[in-house]
């Protein structure tokens, strides 16, 4: 089974690796930045759709708020951007907002960051795989009729490929990526000549559309709600800007260095793309709606049910390129992947934090391990299946999903910079140096502004998307804080429970006696070697046991015992409802009562098969007893193995597995000078 199940593991995430060579699984800047970016540069994709669709709602002569809001979600981009430079050089650890809010906050501020955090990967994933799907459906058609099966297909793909390692997935994710942002310039280039040079007018798919307003004449509050709200949806662009903050251990050193730098390009390039699309989008007059079968109108006529409402850069595209030209179908498959794609800054940002926080005994210890590619493994298995069954759940609907989007973002925005504040207020009072100080002053209002900002976005994505589904991102992060404390309280628990003591308590001192019990079912090989054992081991006492569940076995039992004129007494416990645990779990605790100073000592006689199927046909009575006696205090159990045939047959095909290589496990190259010195010592 072992050779079964490794070959289609090598295949599927490479040769396992070495600690000693985590060094090379290290990300140059260049792979970095699609793999810790590719979430906030493929928001470019809908978030200038989000804020058009928003102003929609006050009719056409709401879009020329869009140039302003822009410049709203530029200057809150370059507020963050900076604010995290101040954070990965503060905070190299990879802990990011998490070890941010926890230093400064408080354990109960870092826990809700962590909680925000961990909710908003799942999202992550699930909101770009269904958007993408959604995408990917429009030119096919199998993908839409099976969006749920589709998208929890690719989600499988996208594990698969981050559990070979970071840097593998990340090489394999740079390509689309890069082709994403080259297609964006050039078509922001192309269409600014275009249209400034050239003087050329470019007409969008919809510019001869008319958007029927919901709500007319909307001023005062309602306007000033209405451009709120828009620019919080514009925020979505800034959704994955923190993992890179979260995954400074990833990089190369120096590592603080490599990710600030990585930060600034990212906020650079995705400042460029948004405000590109924005421009272009009000150049080319494209037409947006929520409810676009009814609140579109051509002619004078709603558009109808019928009508598929393309996203706002593929109407640019069209614009700019003409449709069906190489530069549009280029951009239109390299935005379809890249929304794919943008789940992996998830992939490595949640298995980052999820190991930050299993170390400090929050979440289980096994998500602090590195697996067979020196990643995360169980990290990445876990958001996976979060973001699966978050996926069936909403059947794949990135309208739905989107709801729950951005809160969790902007709870550890808000907390993150709240706690950068409180960082910069303790070092200055004990900073005397007058160059020093002033740059603490110039970071802390940087991170003050963007403390306000970011509290401001997240009251108004609560006060507009509580009551369609935001509600669910708040109970998600409840149950992981819950559950997290729960953890953290279990480990401290056990923690104190079996720590060494300074003096000597019960645990050193040593039984009065021990006393030895074989358990007997009947009198074969294995019962003779479990005899011989706890001879070997000179008990105070030694006595064998066996159930009565079978007279005629059981007196066939005894009579052969003294045939043989075995010297250790054979207890027979009745079982008259053919019991075989309860009745020596009984007996056991009886002995432990008579003598509480004594210590009891199981000997369990056991087969040693070869196959798996012949387990479900041996030792089910050991088994059960076993887990029964671990919970009697003073009673210490020994398996005494007998190995079968089919066991020595097993031992040769494991020798043989031994000489045999699978694919990819083999490192072909030149033998080192001292790995030849000793492999000639050898012969």
């Known amino acids: 089974m072992s050779k079964l199940t490794d070959v289609p593991k090598r295949i599927l995430i ?64 370059f507020t963050v951007v900076a604010s995290y430079r101040q954070n990965v050089h503060a905070y190299p650890s990879g802990g990011g907002d998490y070890e941010v809010a926890t230093t400064n906050l408080g354990p109960k501020a870092g826990l809700t960051v962590a909680s925000a955090l961990l909710v908003d990967y ?11 799907i959604e995408n990917l459906g429009s030119a096919v058609p199998f993908v839409v009729e099976h969006k749920v099966a589709s998208a929890i297909a690719v989600i499988v793909l996208l594990t698969l490929m981050n559990l070979r390692g970071v840097k593998e997935s990340g090489g394999l994710f740079a390509i689309p990526t890069y ?24 007409a969008a798919p919809t510019a001869d559309f008319e958007i029927k307003p919901e709500h007319q004449g909307l001023a005062g509050f309602a306007l ?14 800034l959704t994955g800007v923190e993992a890179i903050s979260n995954g400074v251990p990833a990089f190369r050193k120096p590592k603080a260095k490599n990710a600030a730098t990585t930060l600034a390009l990212m906020g650079g390039l995705a400042v460029v793309m948004f405000c590109g699309i924005i421009f272009l989008a009000m ?80 979440l289980p210890r096994q998500l602090h391990t590195r697996g067979d590619r020196l990643a995360f493994s169980n990290g990445i298995v876990l958001l996976a299946g979060a973001a699966a069954l978050l996926v069936w759940i909403y059947g794949a609907d990135s309208t739905r999903l989107i709801q729950l989007y951005i809160v969790g973002v902007f709870v550890s925005f808000t907390l993150s910079q709240i706690g950068m504040v409180r960082h910069w207020n303790r070092h200055l009072r004990t900073e005397r140096v007058q160059a020093k100080r002033r740059h603490m002053i110039r970071s ?34 409840v149950i992981f804080f819950v559950t997290m404390t729960a953890i953290r309280r279990h480990y401290d628990s056990v923690a104190a429970e079996i720590a060494a003591a300074e003096e000597r308590p019960d645990e050193y ?22 005899l011989a054992y706890a001879k070997l081991l000179h008990a105070s006492e030694l006595e064998a046991l066996t159930v009565n569940v079978d007279p005629a076995e059981t007196k066939a039992l005894k009579e052969e015992w003294e045939r043989r004129g075995i010297n250790v007494p054979l207890k027979i416990l009745d079982s008259p409802y053919r019991e075989i645990t309860r009745p020596v779990i009984e007996y056991v605790k009886n002995l432990r009562q008579e003598s509480p100073r004594d210590a009891v000592s199981i000997y369990i006689p056991e087969y040693v098969v070869g196959h798996w199927y012949e387990h479900l046909l041996h030792n089910q009575s050991a088994l059960r007893l076993k887990g029964r006696l671990l919970f009697t205090p003073g009673v210490m159990v020994t398996s005494v193995p007998y190995q079968l045939q089919s066991s020595e047959a097993a031992k040769l095909r494991a020798r043989k597995r031994q000489e045999w290589n699978a694919p990819g496990s083999v490192r072909r190259g030149p033998v080192e000078k001292g790995q030849r010195e000793s492999a000639g010592k050898n012969g």
């Open 509 to 530: 001192v040593r039984p009065s006696r021990v006393r030895s019990v074989v358990l007997v079912s009947k009198l074969h090989k294995p019962t003779l070697r479990a």
């Open 283 to 362: 150049a080319t007059d494209v037409r947006m709606a929520e409810k676009p079968a009814q609140d579109l109108l051509h002619n004078g006529v709603p558009v109808g049910p019928e009508y598929v409402q393309d996203p706002v850069i593929s109407q640019v595209a069209a614009a700019v390129f003409g449709e069906n030209t190489f530069f549009f179908v280029l951009l239109a498959a390299a935005t379809a992947l890249v929304l794919f794609l943008a789940a992996n800054t998830a992939y490595n940002g949640f298995p980052l934090l999820g190991s930050i926080l299993a170390q400090d005994r929050y």
């Open 224 to 237: 000033l709600f209405l451009l709120l709200r828009a620019f919080s949806s514009g925020c979505a662009a």
């Open 179 to 202: 082709v994403f942002v080259f297609g964006v310039f050039v078509m922001i280039i192309w269409g600014a000549w275009r249209g400034i040079v050239l003087d050329e007018t470019m």
């Open 14 to 77: 490479g040769r396992a690796l070495r600690s000693d060579k985590l060094g090379e699984t290290l990300l140059p800047k260049r792979i970095a930045l699609p793999v810790f970016a590719s979430d906030p540069l493929s928001s470019v994709a809908y978030a200038p759709g989000e804020v058009l669709l928003v102003l929609s709602v006050a009719g056409l002569s709401a879009y020329h708020f869009s140039p302003w809001i822009a410049l709203a979600v530029v200057v809150l981009m």
């Open 122 to 132: 799942v999202l992550t994933v699930a909101v770009s795989i269904s958007s993408g």
């Open 444 to 477: 802390r209002a940087i991170n003050a502004f963007g403390a306000f900002f970011t509290g401001l976005v997240l009251v108004v994505v609560l006060a507009t998307k509580f009551t369609h589904g935001a509600w669910v991102a708040l109970l998600g992060m």
